[in-house]
Each structure stands twice: as structure tokens, then as C-alpha cells.
């Protein structure tokens, strides 16, 4: 996929939002929403690399993952260790590949390390230096042996680069690449807590910036898709508080994960909670032992909390499938009655949901009109009744006949374009006040 021009959004129409598409958009999440960009779903990306395959232990996590005890000193974002891998399909000729095992901070302020990859492009860097994408990922699961940074298919999710990396290379990016917090390294990931994942994003960035030989600028263009649109949008939030030395030019979000409150609401009920169960289970037993407001027996019946703690943390995301199937979990088995209304849960739901402040960068969003994983409705409401009210610039595209795993190479040339003329400071295309906040990106 190239980077021509040709593909801009031809004309702009009205689509209907409000709290019945809402509440369609969590029904149709029903079966898939956790499955929120598997890389299997997509166009191969990468694959096994036979150069570091050995070094891979029982366990599927290399050594280079175990962080030393105590960490040495330094500010989120400073490496700990990095290692050059070679031999990565999807890696254009030329390009170099990092692992890097970097500091971040926890949500509570402790220091800790997160692993995650950074891609160097061909040739000399511009006067002022290679501007940094920082990209986030998919959902590939819950533990270690599920970080991208594997570049295997440990776990049975696959791996997977960036989508169309060349391109974004080609446009004179260094890409840099969080696995997230408990994903390659040790502990439990924290999965869709948004300020989790955004300090994971900016973090990468700013490791990305140490590495020896490459000269970067401080301009960080943030792009992620699905659970890391997530992930982006909460970056983009956290900027100026979070990395304040970082200039992010620009946040792209792909087919987003919003609304958790909402989905969350419905968890206990017997139709949709049926069919969300894959998604919320884990994501009630991630945040359960990640904040300490949350106790697992307030959320799980005793049942429950055996099942969630013997799966999730294990895997990755197919293992929570085949546990689900193969158990015949029902909501009302796994989950306490009323644990959807409980104080605590309702408030790190909303906690969770971005779009609550105004995030200083422009955004491009952009939604596959075919997509059934992130029903467009959810995307619809969280850019016509957040975004937009709360002052973000965000030029929102529906791409007509885009699915979940397509939405990300079929925008390829859109999004970079978009990316680019952000470095060049072109004024940011917004959607905000025109009919529905949407317009239409017709491939």
C-alpha cells in the first residue's frame, strides 16, 4: 500500500447516533470485542524469527525480559537493556530492529520495567532528527509470553508489526512499540486501564529517543488500534502532564476502544453478558488485582475467581475463549449478583473511558462502517458526546466497507498522510459541527 493521494474522503454525510445505536453497538460487541485486534485477523505482518527462537525458555520469555532487581536509576522511559534482532519478516531491507527493555510507572508510582520493540528506517536521519511514531497494539492477551515484542506466535495469538510498517517508515518515522505493562515482563497485564497503557505509549517514545545512534527529534505522532487505540487515545491525555518534553503532533486512533462503562454495565446480565464474557471477564480480574479498592470477591462468585485466576493470567486471549467454551461459563457462574453495579467498578469504568478531558493534540479517528468487533455506534458516541463536546479536534472518518482487521491497512495512506502534514504543520482537517461529527473516507 502506497502513500498516494488519491484515497481522501470523497464527501461527508449524516449518520445517526444517540443512546439506541449505543446500546445496538454493545450487543453487536457481543461475541468478539476482546478478540480486539488479534493479529491473526490480520494481513501477516511478521513471523517466527529463527535468530532468536532459541533463546526462548520453557516459560516462552526469553531471559532479556526479567528486568534486574533493583532497577537501575532513572526517569520513566530511560533503557535498562536493548538487543538487535535480525531475521523479522514485514521488516523492510534496510531497517533495523531493537528489543528494549525500558522504565516506566505504575499507576500508583512505582517504578517498573515494560519491554517493547522500536524499527530504525534506512538511511541518515533529517537534520532535526527521525520524529517518533509510537505505536500500540492490539489485544494478544494477558501475560507475558503474549508480547508482540516475541516476534513468535507464542501463546497461539500470532504475531504482528505495525500494519503497512514500510510505509510509515518510508515517511520517515522510527517506530516505537510498547508490549504494555505485564506483557513480556513480569506481572500481570493491566488490561484496557487506560493510564496503564498511555504511560506504556509515551514511555516507548521516550526510550526510542536513548537509543545509541539514532537521532530522534521530541516530535511523537501516537497511533494505535483497537484496545491500543485505547491506549492512544489515553496517551494523547496524558501528554502534557505525563511527558511534558515530548511535542505529540497527533493521535490516531483506530476502530477505538470506548465505552467501557457501558459494556461493563451489562456484564451480569444472561443475553449480552453471554457474549461479552471473554472481554470482561478478564478485564474485571486484571483491574480486581491491580487497583486496591477492588477486591476479586466483591466482583467474582467464589467460582469465578478459581476460573479467572487459573486462565487469565496463563495465557493469552485464545485461552480465555477455549476456558469459556469448554467450562460452559455463564456470567451468573463467574460473576457476583450486582457486581456491575458495585461503587468501585462503576468508577474505574468511567475512570476508564476516555474522552472525559480535553486532549491537546489533533486526533484522526477512523472506523470501519463494516466492522462487528467495534460496532461503529460505540465509536459514533464516544466522538459526538465526548470528543467533540470537550473541545478535541478530531477529524472522524468512517471507512465505508471496512472491517475490524482491514480498517488499519485500508486507511494506511490516509493515516500517514495525516501523520506527515502534521509535521508539516498544515492545519488539522476536524469533522466536529458537521452533521453527526463524521465524514466519509471511501477507499
Known amino acids: 500500500m502506497t502513500l498516494d493521494s488519491t484515497?481522501?474522503?470523497?464527501?461527508?454525510?449524516?449518520?445517526?447516533?444517540?443512546?439506541?445505536?449505543?446500546?445496538?453497538?454493545?450487543?453487536?460487541?457481543?461475541?468478539?470485542?476482546?478478540?480486539?485486534?488479534?493479529?491473526?485477523?490480520?494481513r501477516a505482518a511478521s513471523g517466527a524469527v529463527p535468530s532468536v527462537a532459541a533463546d526462548i525458555h520453557a516459560t516462552g520469555i526469553p531471559a532479556f525480559y526479567t528486568p534486574p532487581r533493583p532497577l537501575p536509576p532513572g526517569a520513566p522511559g530511560t533503557l535498562i537493556r536493548t538487543e538487535?534482532?535480525?531475521?523479522?519478516?514485514?521488516?523492510?531491507?534496510?531497517?533495523?530492529?531493537?528489543?528494549?527493555?525500558?522504565?516506566?510507572?505504575?499507576?500508583?508510582?512505582?517504578?517498573?520495567?515494560?519491554?517493547?520493540?522500536?524499527?530504525?528506517?534506512?538511511?541518515?536521519?533529517?537534520?532535526?532528527?527521525?520524529?517518533?511514531?509510537?505505536?500500540?497494539?492490539?489485544?494478544?492477551?494477558?501475560?507475558?509470553?503474549?508480547?508482540?515484542?516475541?516476534?513468535?506466535?507464542?501463546?497461539?495469538?500470532?504475531?504482528?508489526?505495525?500494519?503497512?510498517?514500510?510505509?510509515?517508515?518510508?515517511?520517515?518515522?522510527?517506530?516505537?512499540?510498547?508490549?504494555?505493562?505485564?506483557?513480556?515482563?513480569?506481572?500481570?497485564?493491566?488490561?484496557?486501564l487506560g493510564a496503564s497503557e498511555g504511560r506504556g505509549v509515551l514511555d516507548a517514545a521516550r526510550a526510542a529517543r536513548h537509543l545509541a545512534g539514532v537521532h530522534t527529534s521530541d516530535t511523537v505522532v501516537i497511533y494505535g488500534h483497537s484496545q491500543g487505540g485505547h491506549a492512544a487515545l489515553f496517551a494523547g491525555?496524558?501528554?502534557?502532564?505525563?511527558?511534558?518534553?515530548?511535542?505529540?503532533?497527533?493521535?490516531?486512533?483506530?476502530?477505538?476502544?470506548?465505552?467501557?462503562?457501558?459494556?461493563?454495565?451489562?456484564?451480569?446480565?444472561?443475553?449480552?453478558?453471554?457474549g461479552i464474557l471473554v472481554f470482561t471477564m478478564p478485564t474485571a480480574y486484571t483491574w480486581a488485582r491491580t487497583y486496591r479498592d477492588l477486591p476479586l470477591s466483591d466482583i467474582f462468585t467464589p467460582e469465578g475467581e478459581q476460573i479467572a485466576a487459573s486462565v487469565v493470567p496463563q495465557g493469552c486471549f485464545n485461552a480465555v475463549v477455549a476456558a469459556v467454551a469448554a467450562q460452559h461459563l455463564t456470567p451468573q457462574a463467574v460473576f457476583r449478583p450486582g457486581a456491575s453495579s458495585n461503587p468501585a467498578v462503576i468508577a474505574h469504568a468511567r475512570r476508564n473511558d476516555p474522552g472525559q478531558v480535553r486532549t491537546r493534540a489533533p486526533m484522526l479517528i477512523?472506523?470501519?462502517?463494516?466492522?462487528?468487533?467495534?460496532?461503529?455506534?460505540?465509536?459514533?458516541?464516544?466522538?459526538?458526546?465526548?470528543?467533540?463536546?470537550?473541545?478535541?479536534?478530531?477529524?472522524?472518518?468512517?471507512?465505508?466497507?471496512?472491517?475490524?482487521?482491514?480498517?488499519v491497512f485500508v486507511s494506511a495512506p490516509t493515516i500517514a498522510r495525516w501523520m506527515t502534514d502534521r509535521l508539516r504543520g498544515e492545519v488539522p482537517p476536524s469533522t466536529c459541527g458537521q452533521p453527526g461529527d463524521v465524514g466519509t473516507l471511501a477507499p
Open 7 to 42: 484515497r481522501r474522503h470523497a464527501r461527508r454525510r449524516r449518520r445517526p447516533s444517540g443512546a439506541a445505536r449505543v446500546a445496538g453497538g454493545v450487543v453487536a460487541l457481543a461475541v468478539v470485542l476482546s478478540a480486539c485486534s488479534s493479529p491473526g485477523a490480520h
Open 237 to 274: 491525555e496524558l501528554a502534557p502532564s505525563y511527558a511534558p518534553e515530548l511535542h505529540v503532533a497527533g493521535v490516531v486512533a483506530a476502530a477505538p476502544a470506548t465505552g467501557l462503562s457501558s459494556i461493563l454495565a451489562v456484564a451480569t446480565s444472561p443475553s449480552v453478558g453471554q
Open 84 to 192: 538487535k534482532v535480525t531475521g523479522v519478516p514485514g521488516v523492510p531491507v534496510g531497517a533495523t530492529v531493537w528489543r528494549i527493555l525500558f522504565r516506566s510507572r505504575s499507576i500508583y508510582g512505582a517504578d517498573i520495567a515494560e519491554s517493547g520493540y522500536v524499527v530504525v528506517p534506512p538511511g541518515p536521519a533529517p537534520a532535526g532528527g527521525f520524529p517518533v511514531l509510537s505505536w500500540a497494539h492490539g489485544t494478544t492477551g494477558f501475560a507475558g509470553i503474549c508480547a508482540p515484542s516475541l516476534f513468535t506466535a507464542q501463546g497461539g495469538a500470532g504475531p504482528y508489526l505495525l500494519p503497512d510498517l514500510a510505509d510509515y517508515l518510508g515517511a520517515g518515522f522510527v517506530v516505537a512499540a510498547t508490549d504494555y505493562q505485564g506483557l513480556g515482563t513480569p506481572g500481570l497485564h493491566p488490561y484496557l
Open 366 to 407: 477512523v472506523q470501519g462502517t463494516a466492522d462487528t468487533t467495534v460496532p461503529p455506534a460505540l465509536t459514533d458516541a464516544f466522538v459526538t458526546q465526548k470528543a467533540c463536546p470537550v473541545g478535541d479536534r478530531v477529524d472522524y472518518l468512517h471507512v465505508a466497507g471496512a472491517t475490524h482487521g482491514t480498517v
